[in-house]
């Protein structure tokens, strides 16, 4: 049974560039939620995708977006990068809305040049 | 406004030693989860345990267990027996049931089991 999946694992990128990270949930899973986690702190919420709508977002600019597509899987998407975008991206998922424990990916690692 | 607050940054124990991590939250709300989860090297983070705010006693998984202050707004962790494998970051976050689902989470402890 494949845990989360995340693609790519590293990348870098320029200011003013656009970047795309990909999400695979955990099998039987249907509800992914991304967080960025800045280095020595903690992550912080973007958004949550259920039935491929957004459900429920945290304080980040219009310049983060995301999808869910049919088979469960997102994006996240971020315009025009600035210096301070430089994180972790983790994707978590779980089982329908509400609390059920999140399952995270490894991660991909942006930075910003 | 929501917040957790780890107050050490880092802890250092000697391997089969006890070490306990201070969390402590805000929230107005009454209906809760605490969890504490660990993020060794490698990045994925893990679930350790989680507490239910409804519940009095204390969760417990094997090596690790919890003491829950709810009137305090205090979740501390406590490692027994630790092991080097428990060397990671350590997280202590919540989500409110009531009104979101979203997990705040600390700053993070940094632990590093000696041998």
């Known amino acids: 049974d494949a845990g989360v999946t995340q693609s790519p694992t590293h990348l870098i990128k320029t200011r003013g560039q656009q970047v795309t990270l990909r999400c695979s949930p955990k099998?039987?899973?249907?509800?992914v939620s991304w967080y960025q986690q800045a280095l020595g702190q903690g992550p912080q919420f973007i958004f949550q995708?259920?039935?491929?709508?957004?459900?429920q977002r945290g304080n980040f600019p219009d310049r983060f977006s995301g999808h869910q597509f049919p088979n469960y899987s997102s994006e996240l998407n971020v315009n025009a990068l600035l210096l301070g975008d430089s994180a972790l991206y983790l994707c978590?998922?779980?089982?329908?809305?509400?609390?059920?424990?999140?399952?995270f990916g490894p991660g991909t690692r942006l930075t910003v040049l | 406004a929501q917040t957790v607050t780890q107050s050490q940054p880092e802890m250092s124990v000697q391997e089969a030693e006890t070490v306990t991590l201070s969390c402590t939250y805000d929230?107005?709300?009454?209906?809760?989860?605490l969890f504490w989860y660990k993020q060794p090297p490698s990045r994925q983070m893990i679930l350790v345990i989680r507490?239910?705010?409804?519940k009095q006693q204390n969760a417990t998984e094997n090596r690790f267990s919890v003491n829950f202050q709810k009137a305090a707004k205090s979740f501390s962790l406590k490692i027994s027996d630790s092991q080097l494998g428990d060397t990671a970051m350590y997280f202590c976050?919540?989500?409110?049931?009531?009104?979101?689902?979203?997990?705040?989470w600390g700053a993070g402890t940094k632990l590093i089991i000696k041998p």
């Open positions: 929230t107005s709300e009454n209906n809760y989860y």
């Open positions: 099998s039987g899973h249907d509800t």
């Open positions: 978590a998922s779980s089982l329908a809305l509400g609390y059920n424990e999140q399952f």
């Open positions: 507490q239910e705010a409804y």
């Open positions: 995708y259920y039935e491929e709508e957004e459900r």
């Open positions: 976050a919540f989500i409110e049931m009531d009104s979101n689902y979203q997990l705040i």
